[in-house]
């Protein structure tokens, strides 16, 4: 719990306390609000609710406790230590979903109409590529897909284009690592009355805040660092535009109805409370393991923005406090090399996702992006050979150890 008149001052701190109520039976943790449902006192305070008039829980795919503590949570660190153009503490609101693709279908549906475009960067989450380049086109939206490393490839994608309503940043991108510099374009875009939403799944909210520079939504995949032990998938969306967050954002996720559900909302709230710890520890072994590997005689090339060979080093350098625990590295065997390696391996785990508290491991060109023809795979730097690595919480030792022995 929050006090107005006790300031939290630290990152750690907010993230254990944010968001928190008291609950009525005085639990110290907020019990799982397994309810379809929550009940009124009188008839006429039902009618209050559903006006608006008085403020409480309906029905879960609405909202319910467990979420809001989760919402408030993530919003208090996308905020954390930012103020607004007349120097208040920058108010943000959050929206959970059942998962990052429930959240950014939200996100584009509550934006765009018929007619409208938005704007990527050709490194993305397959998913979300697949979304805006196959689903959204048959309701009307187009995508236009260009090197947003490259601003004045993005002035001319948004010339060509008047049509761009929405500009969305990946940054780190899955899995290449590459960087797009928020800043710049957020000016660009807002010069051309674009918005802008920022995935900041890669970074979270401790390493990089896109509100910062005037964005107006930031997105995560919470599956990843923010829930941190891969115990449940959930996506969030933050805005701050409250007015429009409360009405046409909201009404839009209630209909779609990817709600979250309150186990999974639990099991956030308990991972987000050890971020600050946990990516301290990921971002160590992560900046370990990269110098390993760009010194292994057997890798042909690392994508770690921490590295200064990473093409995006300066840009991750300007905008992230660390450059994180996401990397992606290819063998000088190539595909075969990559496979033998990941068999090898004794103690890293071969999965999809990332940011969970072992390290894991997946080849996204037959997994993750499998569903990206082979050609733009190429283009774009999804090799055959590239594996991609979320660096865990194990002491690191262990890490190099099981790395070393496997690429034996
Ligand atoms: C960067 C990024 N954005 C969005 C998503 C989609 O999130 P979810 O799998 O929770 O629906 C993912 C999933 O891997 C991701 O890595």
């Not at 929405?166 to 875009?189: F, G, R, S, Y």
């Not at 991972?271 to 946990?278: A, M, P, S, Y």
């Not at 194990?394 to 190099?400: F, K, M, T, W």
Request: hydrophobic share 35%; proline share 4%.
């Amino acid at each position: 719990m929050t006090d107005k008149n006790f300031p939290l001052k630290g990152f750690g701190s907010v993230a254990l306390h944010a968001g928190h109520t008291q609950d009525p039976m005085y639990s110290h943790i907020t019990p799982i609000y397994a309810s379809s449902t929550f009940v009124y006192d009188e008839a006429e305070q039902g009618m209050r609710r559903f006006s608006g008039e008085e403020e409480g829980y309906i029905y879960s795919r609405w909202g319910n406790p467990n979420f809001s503590e989760a919402e408030k949570k993530i919003a208090a660190l996308e905020t954390f230590g930012l103020k607004d153009e007349n120097s208040h503490d920058l108010q943000l609101k959050a929206i959970l979903h059942s998962s990052g693709m429930a959240a950014l279908t939200t996100l584009m549906m509550g934006n765009l109409k018929k007619g409208d475009k938005v704007l990527s960067h050709y490194s993305l989450y397959s998913g979300l590529e697949e979304l805006i380049t196959k689903i959204l086109p048959q309701f009307g939206v187009e995508a236009v897909i260009a090197d947003l490393r490259d601003l004045n490839k993005a002035e001319e994608a948004i010339k060509a284009n008047p049509e761009i309503k929405l500009m969305h940043l990946e940054t780190p991108a899955n899995p290449t690592l590459q960087c797009v510099d928020i800043e710049a374009l957020t000016k660009l875009a807002k010069a051309n009355n674009i918005l802008v939403s920022v995935d900041n799944t890669f970074a979270t909210p401790y390493l990089q805040q896109p509100f910062r520079y005037g964005v107006d939504y930031v997105f995560h995949s919470t599956t990843k660092f923010l829930n941190g032990h891969g115990t449940a998938i959930g996506g969030v969306l933050v805005g701050k535009d409250l007015e429009k967050m409360n009405s046409s954002i909201t009404k839009t996720h209630r209909i779609l109805g990817g709600n979250s559900n309150p186990f999974d909302a639990f099991l956030l709230t308990q991972g987000i409370k050890t971020l600050e710890l946990r990516m301290d520890r990921h971002c160590l072994n992560a900046m370990e393991v990269a110098k390993f590997l760009a010194d292994h005689p057997a890798v042909e090339k690392v994508n770690y923005n921490g590295l200064e060979s990473h093409p995006d080093y300066k840009i991750a350098k300007k905008q992230m406090k660390h450059p994180g625990a996401m990397m992606s590295f290819e063998l000088k065997k190539g595909k075969q090399g990559g496979i033998d390696f990941m068999n090898k391996l004794k103690m890293c785990i071969r999965t999809v996702s990332l940011g969970t508290a072992e390290t894991i491991l997946c080849h996204p060109a037959s997994m993750t992006h499998y569903a990206i023809p082979k050609e733009e795979k190429d283009k774009y730097g999804i090799t055959d050979g590239l594996i991609r690595l979320s660096v865990g919480l194990e002491n690191i030792q262990d890490i190099l150890n099981d790395f070393e022995q496997a690429l034996r």
